[in-house]
């Protein structure tokens, strides 16, 4: 097949040759098919001579049959005010451009003295875009408005270090646990310890979690215990299930149900409603010690937890049957997680591998990005109140922001430059 011949094909897409009859001759194709051969066989060639210069005078010297194609009528012209014909329903939904995650900190921050045990939660990110961090025996706060840096308490030696830190729902007040076994309420807007709980727990609070007017601290002692922070007489409920350190504790989105992870690898959902004396499931699969505890915002009964160092499997479960969804292992302790608000995704933090940040993508599992910088195991990690921003802190005396789950709806501001020591203005820890 020639050029010409190819584009002309390909111009109008023909897969088949359909006869048609408008163009055809009948009588003289039946006159070719049947008595022209006849005439042929029997007759003399000067006959045939004759009859050959007779069909070319009278145009009956054709070959062709069947007519394969000819010219398409035109359209009808539409009415007026007749409107086109509406297209055909999309078969695909419109494609939606991937974002782009930048796979390193927007900003770096220098945290001296963080304690560098996997066992403590020393972030937290409060609703008033406040982040507080607990570095040795002092809380400092971070203000993510205008950057600005305070030392909210320091405690003496013998009380410390500070093994806990959490915000309340309104922003303001700021839950301490001590080594010392004591949980201190802080008012961070007048610098001023409110409250102190002692005798509750017989060692350390590693582990602190807030429900409206209730805070639930987790200690070493295994405990866990319900404090209404309204009244004078405190402690209003408990749970018993854990017979080594409370290292994670978190409340539903419902506040219904509380989830807690201890060093005995075992996972508890308690029912706030089924009283104090028995768990709602007792969820058996890990192998280390279970930190890393997240609520799916999308799916109230689904949670998320990571396994320690000799685990490093992060399991979902259904709280509502206590079945283990689904089970991933990759390679290395988890710190802690953390759901996207926006997209169908998780982040998890690590240690003893590569010390990194994963991004993935639920519930396929499918890595979406993994974010380096720390030269040690991620600590903590604390998410901003718009969603967007993660802040993690690791072993290697860091404080790193990541712009992982998106952009503010807000206007965009431009990402400032990196600051280091940015509590150079408290003189303790210069």
């Known amino acids: ?31 070719a098919l049947t008595e ?5 066989e029997c007759s003399s ?65 220098d945290a001296p003295d963080i304690v560098d045990d996997f066992y403590l939660n020393l972030l937290d990110w409060g609703s008033a875009n406040v982040l507080a961090i ?6 400092f706060l971070w203000d993510a408005s205008s950057s600005s840096v305070s030392e909210l308490m320091a405690v003496d030696e013998e009380k410390g270090p500070v093994t806990s830190v959490s915000w309340a729902p309104d922003g303001r007040h700021v839950a301490v646990g001590l080594d010392c076994s004591q949980v201190q309420i802080w008012d961070s ?53 854990h017979s080594l350190e409370v290292c994670g504790l978190k409340w539903s989105g419902s506040g219904q149900q509380l989830a ?6 075992l996972v508890h959902v308690w029912d706030r409603c089924m009283g104090s004396t028995q768990w709602m499931h007792r969820l058996r699969g890990h192998t280390a010690a279970v930190k890393a505890l997240a609520w799916c915002p999308f799916q109230s009964n689904l949670l998320a937890t990571g396994g320690g160092g000799e685990d490093g499997k992060i399991k979902f479960w259904n709280t509502h049957t206590g079945a283990c969804l689904n089970s991933v292992d990759n390679g290395s302790q988890v710190s802690c997680l953390l759901w996207s608000h926006r997209e169908r995704e998780l982040l998890s933090s690590h240690g003893s591998m590569q010390d990194q940040l994963t991004l993935w993508k639920y519930p396929s599992m499918v890595k979406v ?59 303790r820890i210069r």
């Open 1 to 31: 097949m020639n050029g010409t011949d190819s584009s002309r094909v390909s111009r109008h897409q023909f897969d088949r040759f359909i006869p048609n009859r408008s163009a055809m001759d009948f009588d003289y194709a039946h006159f």
């Open 36 to 40: 022209g051969r006849k005439v042929e």
């Open 45 to 109: 060639p000067s006959k045939l001579a004759y009859r050959t210069r007779l069909a070319e005078t009278m145009n009956l010297n054709r070959s062709r049959i069947l007519a394969f194609r000819n010219k398409p009528p035109p359209p009808p012209p539409l009415l007026p005010g007749a409107h086109s014909p509406s297209p055909l329903p999309q078969q695909f939904k419109p494609f939606k451009p991937r974002r782009h995650i930048p796979l390193a900190p927007e900003r770096t921050l």
């Open 134 to 139: 607990a570095l040795g025996n002092s809380i």
């Open 189 to 241: 807007e007048a610098n001023r310890l409110l409250r102190t709980f002692s005798g509750c727990h017989h060692s350390r609070v590693g582990s602190l979690a807030w429900n409206n007017h209730i805070l639930t601290t987790g200690g070493l002692d295994g405990k866990i215990i319900n404090n209404d922070v309204r009244v004078s007489s405190h402690v209003v409920g408990s749970y018993k299930g």
């Open 260 to 265: 807690s992870g201890g060093n005995d690898s």
């Open 369 to 427: 990005a993994e974010l380096s910088g720390h030269t040690s195991r991620v600590l903590c990690m604390a998410q901003s109140p718009d969603g967007c921003t993660v802040a993690s802190a690791g072993g290697d005396e860091t404080l790193r922001f990541w712009n992982v789950f998106g952009t503010p709806e807000t206007a965009k501001k431009p990402a400032p430059d990196r600051v280091h020591e940015p509590f150079s203005n408290v003189s």
